[in-house]
């Protein structure tokens, strides 16, 4: 059996209670490998707050890293300041204690490959233990051509899996390396599956929804304007906006207060700030149109896939990746620039005239999510760690 090594970022824990696209994509990969008996992982992550001794996945083991103790407070500004004052990195506390329960534990032979979920930084300080051994999971947009050590993170990775090709060109313009591999995320369709009793709750309302963190990077402030304009003279429509700034806290944020202040101009416009992943399907289940206006670049946005999977009609930027998970079929790509909001606007009133282009919209982005299930997903990762 091999025997493969897992190394979390360290912002969020294993299990997922706390959300966090990366960890649910590492404990789905987990609960499916559980079953098969060709892997054997072992997981590190911080200490969640809840009893994880409830837990357990079949052929996986679970280590924390204590990261509320004064003494790794203390360690976390030591690490913080070396790294300011040398170009090399020499990681952080959490990769540091993690390195150091495994050599008190003897085990530096004892893993066939390290999986590191999404910290390029955290190759570094392993490397010289782990030689060929390394697998970088990346994703964000973070090993690129502006990554300090860049070329030497790339040097000491066996493979790098990339959620997406642009995920993939982008670490290529570092180094021209064959060593990347694109794996594109999947969610559990089954989950994310509409609730008709639910739907009829807006039955006569035309719904579009905004999924995500509400700041200006991901266009929120563009969409809101667009749905006022769109929406003067018409009672029938609503936009809901799902979504924190960061965390579940916002209420010290501006934009956030200034959006509120705005969408108080138009009844119509709903905005429910954070919402708890496990209950985030009954709010997809309301819409018809789910709108995406990243002004930044995304990398495979698990949100795109979600709406999908819950058959909604997509209007989204052309941001990254995300026209690598919708086509033209089931989405209107809207290009950046300075007729963004005009070409957002254009596209609601299309749907909103056009029911039978909606709903053939709807039924072809059901389709389309059949490509991103979990099932997909899983065995393609775990067919690629076999073949390392």
Known sequence: MKKILIITSGLLPLPAYYGGAVENL??????ANSNLKEIEFTAYSILPNKNTNKYEIENCEFRYINNKTLLYKIKKVIYGIKNRATSKRTGNAYINLILKDIKKRKELEKYDLVLIENV???????CKYFKNKIILHVHNDWLNTNTQLAEEIIENCKSIYCVSNYVKKQVQKVSNTSKCKVIINGIDTKKFKRDDNISELYKNDLIFLYV?????????????????EFSKNKKNVKLIMVGGTFNKNNKNDNFMNNLIKKAKENENIIIK?????????????????????SQIEESCPLVVIEGLSMGNAMIVSDS????????????????????????IIKYMEILYNDKNKLEEMKNLALERSKLFSKEIYTDTFIKNLMGE
Request: net charge negative; glycine share 8%.
């Open 120 to 126: 390029p930084y955290y190759v570094l300080p392993i």
């Open 320 to 343: 990254g990746g995300i026209n690598e998970i919708v086509d033209e079929k089931c989405s209107y790509i809207v290009k950046r620039g300075i007729n963004f909001k005009n070409d």
């Open 273 to 293: 700030g954070y919402i708890d992943y496990n209950e985030i399907s009954k709010i997809y289940s309301l819409a018809d149109i789910q709108i995406v206006p």
């Open 26 to 31: 590492t404990e789905m990969l987990l609960e």
């Open 212 to 228: 995500g963190k509400i700041n200006k990077q991901k266009g929120t402030d563009i969409l809101l304007e667009a749905f006022l």
